[in-house]
C-alpha cells in the first residue's frame, strides 16, 4: 500500500509521453522543467516559509498550553485533553470550511487567513506531543533541582526544557510535514490566490492530467520531506544521547 504507490509516482516522474512506436521515454525533462523555472520554485519556498512559520507558532502557542495543562489536577488534565482532541473528531475539511465562513469577512490579507487555519489544525498535534513529555516526567526532578538551590524558571530551564524537547521534536514532525504539503487549506482559504505546493500537485494530477510533472513536483516534496524528518530525528537522537 506504502511501495507500490510510490514506485507509480517514480516511474511517472522519470517517464514522459513517446509517441506511437515508444508508449514512454524515459526523461528528466519534468525536474528540469520545475527547477528551472522560476514560478515553481517561488511556490516551492513559499510552501516551505509557511510551513516553518506555521510550526513555529504552534510552538510558541503549543508548548505553554501544554506546561499549564501539565500542571493541572490529574482530571482537569482529562478533561482539557479532551477538549483540545474533540475537534480533531470532525473532519479538517469540514473545520476548514468553517474557518472559511468565519474570515470571509475579516479584512484579513489571504496569507494571513492560510496562517489561521494551518495553525487551528495542526496546533492540537503540538500541543499533545508536549504534554505527552512533560506528563511522564518525573516530578522528583524538580523538587532535586530546587533543593539545590534553582528557582522555578531555573528548574525549567535546566530541567523541564530539557526533557521536554523529544516532545517538541514530535510535534515539529506533525506540524511541518503536513503544512507543507496542505492543498486544500490555502485553497479554500487563501481564495485561489495563495497557491502552494500542494495545490500545484492536485492542479497537475486532477485538472490539468499531467501526472508526469505532477509526479516530479510529489517526489520533489517526498525528498524535501524525507531530509526535514532526518534533521528532526537526528536531534532528537542527540538530545537522547545528551
Known amino acids: 500500500m506504502i511501495v507500490v504507490p510510490m514506485l507509480i509516482i517514480i516511474f511517472y516522474a522519470f517517464t514522459k509521453e513517446g509517441n506511437s512506436v515508444i508508449n514512454v521515454k524515459v526523461t528528466l525533462e519534468n525536474f528540469g522543467r520545475f527547477l528551472s523555472d522560476e514560478t515553481f520554485t517561488s511556490v516551492l519556498l513559499r510552501s516551505i ?7 513555529l507558532i504552534c510552538i510558541l502557542i503549543g508548548y505553554p498550553a501544554a ?6 489536577k490529574a482530571d482537569s488534565q482529562s478533561v482539557v485533553v479532551l477538549m483540545v482532541t474533540l475537534p480533531q473528531l470532525i473532519n479538517m475539511l469540514v473545520r476548514t470550511y468553517a474557518w472559511r465562513g468565519i474570515l470571509l469577512n475579516s479584512g484579513f490579507s489571504p496569507e494571513v487567513k492560510v496562517y489561521i487555519g494551518m495553525v487551528y489544525n495542526f496546533l492540537p498535534f503540538m500541543i499533545l506531543q508536549v504534554y505527552t513529555s512533560l506528563s511522564k516526567m ?3 526532578l524538580i523538587v532535586a533541582a530546587k533543593d539545590l538551590g534553582c ?13 521536554s524537547i523529544p516532545g517538541v521534536i514530535a510535534g ?8 507543507v504539503s496542505s492543498f486544500f487549506i490555502p485553497k479554500l482559504l487563501g481564495g485561489g490566490s495563495f497557491v502552494l505546493v500542494g495545490n500545484l500537485i492536485e492542479n497537475y494530477f486532477v485538472t490539468i492530467g499531467d501526472w508526469n510533472f505532477g509526479s516530479a513536483i510529489s517526489l520533489v516534496m517526498t525528498v ?4 526535514s524528518m532526518y534533521f528532526t530525528r537526528k536531534l532528537d537522537y542527540n538530545q ?3
Not at 506546561?67 to 493541572?72: D, K, N, S, V
Not at 528557582?151 to 526533557?163: D, I, Q, R, S, Y
Not at 524535501?224 to 531530509?227: A, H
Open 49 to 55: 516559509k509557511i510551513a516553518v512559520i506555521t510550526t
Open 67 to 72: 506546561y499549564c495543562i501539565a500542571q493541572l
Open 138 to 140: 518525573d516530578k522528583n
Open 151 to 163: 528557582n522555578e524558571f531555573k528548574a525549567f530551564l535546566k530541567v523541564v526544557l530539557p526533557l
Open 172 to 179: 515539529i514532525t506533525l506540524v511541518f510535514l503536513p503544512a
Open 224 to 227: 524535501i520531506i524525507l531530509i
Open 240 to 242: 537522547e544521547e545528551r
